[in-house]
């Protein structure tokens, strides 16, 4: 195929510039700061105590979540104040028996960055997400940012507060032993690896190590399936020592259900379905637990949607949501509409995103349809009372429907260049990937935001065929790292880790400058 053909002349929907992706240029191993700009100083200081990096080749927004993370210890910089008001008087300081339940830096504020995602919406053709980006350090200097946030949107964020609070209460009333950190707890990091910040994710993990062994926890209990990601699979490829077991909430609430022989009455009819996060069941294979919970709650009218499971279908985020905006609401009509054919009255998940999503997409389409997140729904029933019966030996499938990664040897340029060049070489262009990728779905099949036209635009950037460079970032970061398509490849390519690889190729090599 073409290069013409495959990335196609359309104009960019939102984030760079307009035109094509391909331009008559041809990089050489050498980067000029005249034609590439400086991507990564050296400094010293920063929230971790380690390197500290300046970025300047990659996108306001991403810069503006990246440094929150590293400094404040959320994306959108909203603070520790007010990160863990919800834990007050909930929880002891500090790990019981090397326990935590982990709060994570994405529950705590969803609230806040639902309702600047709203605003984004009444903003369209006025402002920008970039634009956006820059007037928040601005306002934090004035103090005026988290005072701005509570006051907009400090209800709202209550809906995720008491996700936390219920996800509590049911595991200390299944027994389980925990603490919190509180304002020590640190950040996972994973926005960092999300937007291919690879090198600053390594040196972050590192630091995290550090924090938790100086805290003494061995052990994590955690709501958010994203964290749960990053310290089981992401920790473990980037630190040879990484020893702290994490499990999901919904892993450790079906085991002790099951041990326990609990059954729980809702007290009341109500018809419901589950949405699948596509980092719970798809990338970690987690799916029975939760039909199983659903199974042990009297009064609830169950209908699973057509994609479910590890064939779930995406609710829009996976850092789109901040990145493009506009093509994430895209991304989540398709998916609220399938849920609300159910005829389902709530929708309940296990992820702070797909929560804010899906509340979103009901609301544009004015579906009358909540959302929530499924601990609610369990504490809700265990106030109602906890019938014991006859204990039960279940065994939980994990699901593997996804290629075995494939990592370079490191991170310098020269390596990340021979995997990307090796893994896409492999690439048939046969288009499975295609099928259901949800952002090309959104935009009629556009060739160059479908995952085969990310597969071949990475391989031309690392053969240093001529690309337009600002629109390398803007592909790239318009997928939703769903892993669809890693799960329908047939010559067994991991996509999604491959556009995360591809992203810092971009960043790191000055290919992607904005």
């Given at each position: 195929?073409?290069?013409?053909?495959?990335?196609?002349?359309?104009?960019?929907?939102?984030?760079f510039?307009?035109?094509?992706?391909?331009?008559?240029?041809?990089?050489?191993?050498?980067?000029?700061?005249?034609?590439?700009p400086?991507?990564?100083?050296?400094?010293?200081?920063?929230?971790?105590?380690?390197?500290?990096?300046?970025?300047?080749?990659?996108?306001?927004?991403?810069?503006?979540?990246?440094?929150?993370?590293?400094?404040?210890?959320?994306?959108?910089?909203?603070?520790?104040?007010?990160?863990?008001?919800?834990?007050?008087?909930?929880?002891?300081?500090?790990?019981?028996?090397?326990?935590?339940?982990?709060?994570?830096?994405?529950?705590?504020?969803?609230?806040?960055?639902?309702?600047?995602?709203?605003?984004?919406?009444?903003?369209?053709g006025?402002?920008d997400?970039?634009?956006?980006?820059?007037?928040?350090?601005?306002?934090?200097?004035?103090?005026?940012?988290?005072?701005?946030?509570?006051?907009?949107?400090?209800?709202?964020?209550?809906?995720y507060?008491?996700?936390?609070?219920?996800?509590?209460?049911?595991?200390?009333?299944?027994?389980?032993?925990?603490?919190?950190?509180?304002?020590?707890?640190?950040?996972?990091?994973?926005?960092?690896?999300?937007?291919?910040?690879?090198?600053?994710?390594?040196?972050?993990?590192?630091?995290?190590?550090?924090?938790?062994?100086?805290?003494?926890?061995?052990?994590?209990?955690?709501?958010?399936?994203i964290?749960?990601?990053a310290?089981?699979?992401?920790?473990?490829?980037?630190?040879?020592?990484?020893?702290?077991?994490?499990?999901?909430?919904?892993?450790?609430?079906?085991?002790?259900?099951?041990?326990?022989?609990?059954?729980?009455?809702?007290?009341?009819?109500?018809?419901?379905?589950?949405?699948?996060?596509?980092?719970?069941?798809?990338?970690?294979?987690?799916?029975d637990?939760?039909?199983?919970?659903?199974?042990?709650?009297?009064?609830?009218?169950?209908?699973?949607?057509?994609?479910?499971?590890?064939?779930?279908?995406?609710?829009?985020?996976?850092?789109?949501?901040?990145t493009?905006?506009?093509?994430?609401?895209?991304?989540?009509?398709?998916?609220?509409?399938?849920?609300?054919?159910?005829?389902?009255?709530?929708?309940?998940?296990?992820?702070?995103?797909?929560?804010?999503?899906?509340?979103t997409?009901?609301?544009?389409l004015?579906?009358?349809?909540?959302?929530?997140?499924?601990?609610?729904?369990i504490?809700?029933?265990?106030?109602?009372?906890?019938?014991?019966?006859?204990?039960?030996?279940?065994?939980?499938?994990?699901?593997?429907?996804?290629?075995?990664?494939?990592?370079?040897?490191?991170?310098?340029?020269?390596?990340?260049?021979?995997m990307?060049?090796?893994?896409?070489?492999?690439?048939?262009?046969?288009?499975?990937?295609?099928?259901?990728?949800?952002?090309t779905?959104?935009?009629?099949?556009?060739?160059?935001?479908?995952?085969?036209?990310?597969?071949?635009?990475?391989?031309?950037?690392?053969?240093?065929?001529?690309?337009?460079?600002?629109?390398?970032?803007?592909?790239?970061?318009?997928?939703?790292?769903?892993?669809?398509?890693?799960?329908?490849?047939?010559?067994?390519?991991?996509?999604?880790?491959?556009?995360?690889?591809?992203?810092?190729?971009?960043?790191?090599?000055?290919?992607?400058?904005?």
């Amino acid at each position: 195929m073409m290069a013409a053909e495959c990335l196609g002349k359309e104009p960019l929907i939102d984030t760079f510039d307009a035109g094509n992706i391909l331009m008559p240029m041809t990089f050489n191993n050498n980067i000029t700061k005249r034609n590439h700009p400086e991507i990564l100083v050296e400094s010293q200081g920063g929230r971790t105590g380690s390197r500290r990096w300046r970025l300047t080749a990659i996108p306001e927004i991403v810069k503006f979540a990246s440094e929150n993370t590293r400094e404040i210890g959320d994306v959108l910089g909203i603070g520790p104040e007010l990160r863990v008001r919800w834990a007050e008087g909930l929880l002891d300081k500090g790990p019981v028996e090397g326990t935590v339940f982990y709060a994570g830096e994405m529950y705590p504020v969803m609230g806040y960055a639902e309702g600047a995602f709203r605003l984004m919406k009444r903003l369209e053709g006025l402002m920008d997400v970039n634009s956006l980006a820059k007037v928040g350090p601005i306002m934090r200097k004035l103090g005026i940012y988290t005072i701005g946030a509570k006051t907009l949107w400090g209800r709202n964020n209550e809906r995720y507060e008491n996700a936390l609070r219920d996800a509590v209460y049911v595991l200390k009333n299944l027994g389980e032993r925990i603490g919190y950190l509180f304002e020590e707890e640190p950040p996972s990091g994973v926005a960092l690896h999300t937007y291919g910040l690879l090198r600053e994710f390594k040196e972050h993990a590192k630091w995290v190590q550090r924090r938790f062994r100086e805290l003494g926890v061995k052990r994590i209990i955690t709501l958010d399936p994203i964290v749960t990601t990053a310290f089981r699979l992401y920790y473990p490829e980037f630190l040879e020592d990484w020893d702290v077991e994490t499990m999901h909430f919904v892993e450790v609430v079906a085991k002790r259900m099951a041990e326990q022989g609990i059954k729980l009455k809702l007290g009341r009819r109500e018809k419901i379905t589950y949405h699948d996060p596509c980092y719970l069941a798809r990338i970690l294979g987690i799916v029975d637990e939760i039909r199983f919970i659903i199974s042990r709650i009297d009064g609830l009218d169950y209908s699973e949607p057509p994609r479910h499971g590890v064939n779930t279908g995406c609710s829009g985020d996976g850092g789109l949501e901040l990145t493009q905006p506009f093509l994430a609401r895209k991304v989540s009509l398709d998916r609220v509409k399938e849920l609300a054919r159910t005829g389902a009255e709530k929708v309940y998940t296990s992820c702070p995103a797909c929560i804010m999503m899906l509340r979103t997409g009901f609301d544009a389409l004015g579906y009358r349809i909540d959302v929530n997140d499924l601990a609610s729904l369990i504490a809700e029933a265990m106030r109602n009372g906890i019938t014991r019966e006859k204990s039960e030996e279940v065994e939980f499938r994990r699901y593997e429907t996804l290629p075995k990664s494939v990592k370079p040897r490191s991170l310098e340029l020269n390596d990340l260049a021979d995997m990307l060049l090796r893994e896409t070489d492999k690439c048939k262009k046969c288009a499975f990937c295609n099928v259901e990728c949800p952002t090309t779905k959104a935009l009629d099949r556009l060739e160059s935001r479908s995952a085969r036209g990310r597969m071949t635009l990475i391989n031309y950037l690392v053969r240093g065929d001529p690309v337009r460079p600002k629109a390398v970032l803007d592909r790239l970061y318009s997928c939703v790292l769903c892993a669809q398509c890693s799960q329908t490849c047939p010559v067994g390519l991991h996509v999604q880790e491959l556009i995360i690889y591809g992203r810092a190729y971009a960043i790191y090599s000055g290919k992607a400058g904005v």
